[in-house]
């Protein structure tokens, strides 16, 4: 099947190669106990800094209800802590712990090993999820 890739269309070529990714991705993370919905919230978490579900759940563009059940996971895993906020009572701030930050660290030496960075490959990307936002 492979030896055949090279002639594919590029929207196959460009769907086998993702699913091979995430696949290989995937496994590498759950080897070392972080799921791939884990490593996006924490790798918001790191970006933004201390913040709440409802705006991690937005800038992963996925369902508040779906966000809690991954922090509810990383933090029984010890890889983030919820804590009261403090001009709200009802809502919660969510924080990295070391142990966060040393499986974020991980990952991405994974990342690195999965897909080498590849700044032409990059920018091809970046673009075609431009055009598809708009």
Not at 5 to 14: E, I, N, Q, S
Not at 43 to 55: M, V
Not at 77 to 105: F, I, K, Q
Not at 107 to 115: G, Q, S, T
Request: aromatic share 2%.
């Amino acid at each position: 099947m492979e030896e055949h890739a090279a002639a594919w269309p590029l929207g196959r070529l460009l769907a086998a190669a993702a699913r091979r990714v995430e696949r290989d991705w995937d496994e590498r993370l759950r080897e070392i106990g972080l799921p791939h919905a884990g490593l996006i919230a924490i790798d918001i978490l790191i970006r933004t800094g201390p913040t709440g579900a409802d705006t991690i759940a937005r800038v992963a563009r996925v369902q508040p209800q779906t966000m809690s059940r991954t922090l509810e996971r990383l933090e029984r895993d010890g890889l983030v802590e919820r804590s009261p906020h403090p001009d709200d009572r009802r809502r919660r701030v969510v924080t990295v712990t070391e142990a966060g930050r040393a499986a974020w660290d991980t990952a991405r030496h994974i990342e690195r090993e999965v897909l080498p960075e590849d700044g032409r490959l990059r920018e091809a990307l970046v673009a075609i999820i431009g055009r598809t936002n708009t």
